[in-house]
Nanobody
Framework: QVQLVESGGGLVQAGGSLRLSCATS????????MGWFRQAPGKEREFVAA????????LYADSVKGRFTISRDNARNTLYLQMNSLKPEDTAVYYC????????????????WGQGTQVTVSS
């Protein structure tokens, strides 16, 4: 059983920064890719960023390019999302996801999900 556990969410003022972490545990699992998604109240879950677990390929949603950076520590099986210049519209529950198949921007491209961590950006 693969488990993903997010941490690092919280309340921050607009213009501030947060760093999310996603720790993986469970049976030996080597994902092809991992990503971050977010879901605001009343909205669908949307893609934020993704990275291949091996190599340098990364993808970002247009809304976060230049502000967010996805990274990973393969030795610690941990995924990160550095979020800078946060805006009120970034407020959402942020989910970590892992794929055993491919790097993708679609929710359906990922087969393991964390429980989410709340990020709230005040204006």
């Amino acid at each position: 059983q693969v488990q993903l556990v997010e941490s690092g969410g919280g309340l921050v003022q607009a213009g501030g920064s947060l760093r999310l972490s996603c720790a993986t545990s469970g049976r030996t699992f080597r994902p092809v890719a991992m990503g971050w998604f977010r879901q605001a109240p009343g909205k669908e879950r949307e893609f934020v960023a993704a990275t291949k677990w091996i190599g340098s390929t990364t993808l970002y949603a247009d809304s976060v390019k230049g502000r967010f950076t996805i990274s990973r520590d393969n030795a610690r099986n941990t995924l990160y999302l550095q979020m800078n210049s946060l805006k009120p519209e970034d407020t959402a529950v942020y989910y970590c996801a892992a794929s055993g198949y491919m790097i993708a921007t679609m929710v359906t491209g990922y087969n393991y999900w964390g429980q989410g961590t709340q990020v709230t950006v005040s204006s």
